[in-house]
Every structure is written in structure tokens, then in C-alpha cells.
């Protein structure tokens, strides 16, 4: 191993420790990066058609403003109303299902699952208690410490301003990056990062566009039908559709379950089928092929298990790190391979296959 490499160990191992050390503050930061990558492209383009690069982040930034605090004057009312009305509704929903949806099953199959059902009442039931009881608490000593509060709104506080200085300065972060590596190896890092950079950009930028757009369309649709809970099914539903197929699964289970327990007859599910069968027609002819084109994104196993070990190992930040490591992880993982297919070892094993009798 070159000094080269065992330096190079060396410094991942540090950043690591460090990241573990900064990891209550480092939240605000790595938002702010996600939210300048996500920004960049728009500011280039602005760039190129010959507004200046703050003026053109000025612009950027504002956009990204306006989206998000609309989207929380507008959405987050709506759905904590409808996530209270799905709370207040649970005991009926239960009720509904142990008289008329476990008899019908017990018909068909023979099978009684009235005991195993009302183990699994009480248990969502005492969980959905624990939950409100946990956030009150929490809610309660938030507002008893006043430096922790203090703390959590600096915290959002400095999202868009760090923002608007990773934008304003982020292709100048690039070149001083690439001009800081080593000749012998900057063509090389240049081509991986410029592959990470496709990978990143068709799932972050291209796989979140079309989760938005599937859950405007599910919530449009399941609201137009009068279901209930329609625009919470919708919004989980798209958020479920990082992961392909997993968001119309969800969806028409969930809104099919509401939709007979709301309507009482199956032919409520006709409807419930048409509007996932309309997203899936939009997502499959126009949003992959205009968002994401022939870009190779995470496979969904890669996504889920990303995503999962992140929380686990960081919490929030690591959920935040998760798929652009991830992104990272399977770029050098395929570049590796293509070294071990062209390398003697690989040649070498394949000749001797060949020369057995």
C-alpha cells in the first residue's frame, strides 16, 4: 500500500471521527448542501444566459424560499388535520374490521383471527397513546429549556444563509476541490466524481421531482373522489415512490381500505385503481424518460438499506448522508470491478478455465 493510500485512510478515518464528535450541529449544514446542489444547475443556467452569478442566486434562492415556506403554510395544516381526523377514526376503523371484514375472512379461509387481531389493536393503540404522550413531553421540555429551543431555531435559522453561500460560491468550492488534488490523479478523481455527480443528480434531483409529482397527482385524484384522507395517501404514497413500486403498492392498499371502509361496496375501488393506474401511465411515459432519462440511479435495495443504516448510525445527518454515500459507495464499487475484469487476476482465472480438460 503507497503512502498515498494509507494517508488517504487515514483521513476518511478522521473525517469519520470528527463527524461523530460535530454530529448534533452538523444538520443545518448538510441541508444547506443538499439544497445547493439541488439549486446549482438553475443558477448555471441562469448564469449562461448572462445574469450574474448572484443576481442569479438571488433568484434561486427565492424560488427555493417560496417553495418551501408555501408548501408548509399550505400542506402541513392539512395534513396534521387529516393525520388527527385518521387518529380520531382508528377505533372505528378497527371496530369495522373485526366485525365485518374477519368474518368474511374466516368464511373463505376457515381460519379465526379475532385473538390475533385484538393483540394487534392493543398494541397500536397503546403505541399511538405512547406517542402522543412522548411528543407532549417532549413539546413540554422543549419549552422548559429555553437553550435547547434557542439551540433548534438557530439551528433552522442558519439553513438559508448557509444556503445562499454554498449557491453563491459552489463551482468555486468544485475547482478549488479538483485544483487541491494530485496531478497523477486528478483526470481519474475528475471522471468518478463526474459519475457520482449523474448518479446523484438523476436520484436526488430526477427521483425527488417525480416523487412530487406522483403525490400531486394520487392526492388530486383520491381527493376529487371524496375520500377521505385523500391528500395524506397521497403525499405518503409519492414519498413511498423513492423506492419503485413500493408507492403504489401502499397507495392502493391504504386508499382501497379506506375507500370500502368509507363507501362500503367494492365498486369504490374502481375508482381508487384508475387514479394509481392514471400516475403510473404519467410516471412510466413522461416523468422517467423527461426527469430521468437513461441515467442509471440506486437500485431500491441499495436506497432502503442506505437510508436505514444512516438513521441508525447517525440519526437525522446520517439519513441526510445516506444516499449521496451511498451514490459514492456504488460508483467506486463499479469502478473497482471494471479494474478487477480487466486486471491479470481476473485473465488469469478465466484462461485457466479455459485450458482444463
Same mark, same amino acid.
Given at each position: 500500500?503507497?503512502?498515498?493510500? =494509507?494517508?488517504?485512510?487515514?483521513?476518511?478515518?478522521?473525517?469519520?471521527?470528527?463527524?461523530?464528535l460535530l454530529?448534533?450541529?452538523?444538520?443545518?449544514? /448538510?441541508?444547506?448542501?443538499?439544497?445547493?446542489?439541488?439549486?446549482?444547475?438553475?443558477?448555471?443556467?441562469?448564469?449562461?444566459?448572462?445574469?450574474?452569478?448572484?443576481w442569479?442566486?438571488s433568484?434561486?434562492?427565492?424560488?427555493?424560499g +417560496?417553495? =418551501?415556506?408555501?408548501?408548509?403554510?399550505?400542506?402541513v395544516?392539512?395534513l396534521?388535520?387529516?393525520? #388527527?381526523?385518521?387518529?380520531? %377514526?382508528?377505533?372505528a376503523? /378497527?371496530?369495522w374490521v373485526?366485525?365485518?371484514?374477519?368474518?368474511? +375472512?374466516?368464511?373463505?379461509?376457515?381460519?379465526d383471527?379475532?385473538?390475533?387481531?385484538?393483540?394487534?389493536? &392493543? #398494541?397500536?393503540?397503546? &403505541?399511538?397513546?405512547?406517542?402522543?404522550?412522548?411528543a407532549?413531553?417532549?413539546?413540554?421540555? @422543549?419549552?422548559?429549556?429555553g437553550?435547547?429551543l434557542?439551540?433548534?431555531?438557530?439551528? =433552522?435559522?442558519?439553513?438559508?444563509v448557509?444556503?445562499?453561500?454554498?449557491?453563491?460560491d459552489?463551482?468555486?468550492?468544485?475547482?478549488?476541490?479538483?485544483?487541491?488534488?494530485?496531478?497523477?490523479?486528478?483526470?481519474?478523481?475528475?471522471a468518478?466524481?463526474r459519475?457520482?455527480?449523474?448518479v446523484l443528480?438523476?436520484?436526488?434531483?430526477?427521483?425527488?421531482?417525480?416523487?412530487?409529482?406522483?403525490?400531486?397527482?394520487?392526492?388530486?385524484?383520491?381527493?376529487v373522489?371524496g375520500?377521505? /384522507?385523500?391528500?395524506?395517501?397521497?403525499v /405518503? @404514497?409519492?414519498?413511498?415512490s423513492?423506492?419503485?413500486?413500493l408507492?403504489?403498492i401502499?397507495?392502493?392498499?391504504t386508499?382501497?381500505?379506506? %375507500?370500502?371502509?368509507?363507501?362500503?361496496?367494492?365498486?369504490?375501488?374502481?375508482g381508487v385503481l384508475?387514479?394509481?393506474?392514471?400516475g403510473?401511465?404519467?410516471?412510466?411515459?413522461?416523468?422517467?424518460?423527461?426527469?430521468?432519462?437513461d441515467?442509471?440511479g440506486l437500485?431500491?435495495? #441499495?436506497v432502503?438499506f442506505?437510508v436505514?443504516?444512516?438513521?441508525?448510525l447517525?440519526?437525522?445527518?446520517?439519513?441526510?448522508?445516506?444516499?449521496?454515500?451511498? %451514490?459514492? =459507495?456504488?460508483?467506486?464499487l463499479?469502478?473497482?470491478?471494471?479494474?478487477?475484469?480487466?486486471?491479470h487476476?481476473?485473465?488469469?482465472?478465466l484462461?485457466s478455465?479455459?485450458?482444463?480438460?
Amino acid at each position: 500500500m503507497s503512502k498515498l493510500q =494509507i494517508a488517504s485512510l487515514i483521513g476518511a478515518a478522521l473525517a469519520l471521527w470528527l463527524m461523530v464528535l460535530l454530529e448534533p450541529i452538523l444538520m443545518p449544514f /448538510f441541508v444547506s448542501l443538499i439544497l445547493a446542489y439541488l439549486g446549482d444547475p438553475i443558477t448555471d443556467w441562469l448564469e449562461g444566459r448572462g445574469l450574474a452569478r448572484r443576481w442569479a442566486v438571488s433568484i434561486v434562492f427565492l424560488l427555493l424560499g +417560496v417553495g =418551501i415556506i408555501g408548501a408548509v403554510l399550505i400542506l402541513v395544516p392539512v395534513l396534521g388535520r387529516q393525520l #388527527a381526523q385518521l387518529i380520531e %377514526a382508528l377505533p372505528a376503523i /378497527f371496530n369495522w374490521v373485526q366485525t365485518s371484514v374477519l368474518p368474511e +375472512v374466516q368464511d373463505l379461509t376457515g381460519v379465526d383471527l379475532t385473538a390475533d387481531f385484538d393483540q394487534l389493536r &392493543n #398494541a397500536l393503540m397503546s &403505541n399511538w397513546r405512547e406517542t402522543g404522550t412522548f411528543a407532549a413531553a417532549f413539546l413540554a421540555q @422543549a419549552s422548559r429549556s429555553g437553550l435547547a429551543l434557542a439551540v433548534w431555531i438557530g439551528n =433552522i435559522a442558519l439553513i438559508p444563509v448557509v444556503t445562499f453561500y454554498l449557491l453563491l460560491d459552489f463551482d468555486r468550492i468544485k475547482r478549488y476541490l479538483r485544483d487541491m488534488l494530485p496531478r497523477h490523479i486528478e483526470p481519474r478523481a475528475t471522471a468518478l466524481a463526474r459519475e457520482c455527480d449523474d448518479v446523484l443528480s438523476a436520484f436526488l434531483r430526477g427521483q425527488l421531482l417525480v416523487m412530487l409529482s406522483l403525490g400531486v397527482i394520487y392526492a388530486v385524484g383520491l381527493s376529487v373522489l371524496g375520500l377521505k /384522507f385523500g391528500l395524506l395517501i397521497g403525499v /405518503f @404514497a409519492g414519498l413511498a415512490s423513492i423506492v419503485p413500486y413500493l408507492g403504489v403498492i401502499v397507495g392502493v392498499v391504504t386508499a382501497g381500505v379506506v %375507500a370500502f371502509f368509507q363507501f362500503g361496496e367494492w365498486t369504490a375501488l374502481v375508482g381508487v385503481l384508475v387514479v394509481f393506474g392514471i400516475g403510473q401511465v404519467v410516471e412510466s411515459t413522461l416523468l422517467q424518460p423527461l426527469l430521468l432519462g437513461d441515467k442509471i440511479g440506486l437500485h431500491p435495495v #441499495a436506497v432502503i438499506f442506505a437510508v436505514l443504516a444512516g438513521g441508525q448510525l447517525f440519526g437525522f445527518t446520517g439519513i441526510l448522508l445516506a444516499l449521496p454515500v451511498a %451514490a459514492v =459507495i456504488m460508483v467506486l464499487l463499479r469502478h473497482l470491478y471494471g479494474r478487477y475484469r480487466r486486471s491479470h487476476l481476473y485473465d488469469r482465472g478465466l484462461a485457466s478455465e479455459e485450458n482444463s480438460p
